[in-house]
């Protein structure tokens, strides 16, 4: 049996423009240049957010902005912070002061935790604080006659959870068997908590900075995560994640890619999601500007923001579920870019 962690944070309402008047679930993707922050919104108006990239003002003022003025919150419900590298935690306590933030779900403080993140953020004001485990799903609000919505830690601190959320996941063996492993990354990258989000049929895979040789054991020898509509594209676009056994198992159909203007999206990468044959399209927070030659993009349509960070607007991609959950909408607001897919049967 899966464990549900008990709802332990204050029940005050939140108004969203974003979910609350049109039956949608909502996704975005800020741009904190090479970190990580994605803001979901649901139908219930209840928030969770993905990290709070780096420290300083410009991520949480950026963060606060998508939230505030776009999707029309009060606060953050939920926050997973997702390891405790500075690009995915620097910038929670200053956020904390702009919105309250209601519970937070983390590793906590953990046995052989090789990057500290410090008092700065152990304390930083919130409703309450939950350490995360494989097998968890968070606490939501349902959508009275709606699409069920689901958060579910599959994975964190390099341990898993030991039976899949969809009964009938097939694995890939032919995958399994071409699995090559890669050096040890010591850091905290593979200590990434992996969450699966649902919305009836719509799902959603991110796992923080997961490693290669951890990402593996997400689908080998089984299929913990099953087939998924969106990908995000993990630890930005570096090649110490980013497993193609993961890719050519859980299938699927749109990558988005929260990469900097010199940071991810390298070339091995992005060969291996432009051979993932359940892609239909690929999309990058940012265009890939590294001087060194190693550049790859995908068409100019499908980028947020084409300039380096000194110059850059912070432009957000956005995915819009239908409230029955049967398509989604991607859109670039800042372009005018939108582009409707089909949720997987």
């Known amino acids: 049996m ?62 606060a902005h998508v939230a505030t003025k776009v999707a029309g919150l009060q606060r953050i419900d939920h926050l997973i912070t997702t390891h405790y590298h500075r690009d995915h935690h620097g910038g929670a306590s200053t956020l904390a002061t702009l919105l309250p933030i209601g519970t937070v779900y983390d590793n906590g403080v953990f046995e052989g935790m090789p990057d500290d993140p410090g008092k700065d953020y152990f304390e930083f004001k919130a409703g ?25 830690c599959v994975a964190t601190r390099k341990t898993f959870a030991t039976e899949s959320l969809v009964a009938d996941a097939t694995t890939n063996e032919e995958a399994c068997a071409s699995h090559r492993p890669k050096d040890r990354d010591g850091s905290d990258n593979a200590n990434s908590v992996a969450s699966v989000i649902e919305f009836g049929a719509f799902r959603f895979y991110d796992a923080g900075d997961l490693t290669w040789n951890q990402e593996m054991r997400l689908v080998c020898p089984k299929n913990l995560v099953g087939e998924v509509d969106v990908y995000q594209v ?38 291996n999601l432009q051979a993932t044959k359940s892609l239909q399209a690929i999309y990058q927070v940012h265009k890939n500007l590294r001087p060194d030659g190693s550049v790859n993009n995908v068409s100019d349509e499908f980028i947020a923001n084409h300039k380096a960070a000194d110059e850059c607007d912070g432009n957000y991609i956005k995915l819009s579920v239908a409230p029955d959950s049967k398509s989604y909408t991607v859109s670039i607001p800042a372009s005018g870019h939108e582009k409707t897919y089909q949720t997987k049967p």
């Not at 309450?128 to 958060?151: C, E, F």
Request: net charge neutral; charged share 20%; proline share 8%.
């Open 128 to 152: 309450n604080r939950v350490v995360i485990n494989p097998g968890d799903s968070i606490p939501m609000r349902q959508v009275a006659d709606g699409q069920p919505i689901k958060i579910s």
């Open 2 to 63: 899966k464990r549900t962690i008990a709802l332990l944070l204050l029940l005050s309402p939140t108004l969203s423009r974003a979910g609350s008047n049109d039956g949608r679930f909502d996704i975005y993707w800020i741009d904190v240049e090479g970190g990580a922050a994605t803001l979901m919104v649901t139908p219930t108006n209840e928030s969770i957010l993905i990290d709070t990239g780096n420290p300083g003002l410009r991520d949480p003022n950026r963060i």
């Open 234 to 271: 993990t630890h930005h676009g570096l090649d110490t994640s980013n497993n193609p056994v993961v890719l050519e198992t859980i299938k699927p159909r749109v990558a988005i890619m929260n990469n900097g203007h010199t940071k991810g999206c390298l070339p091995e990468v992005f060969a």
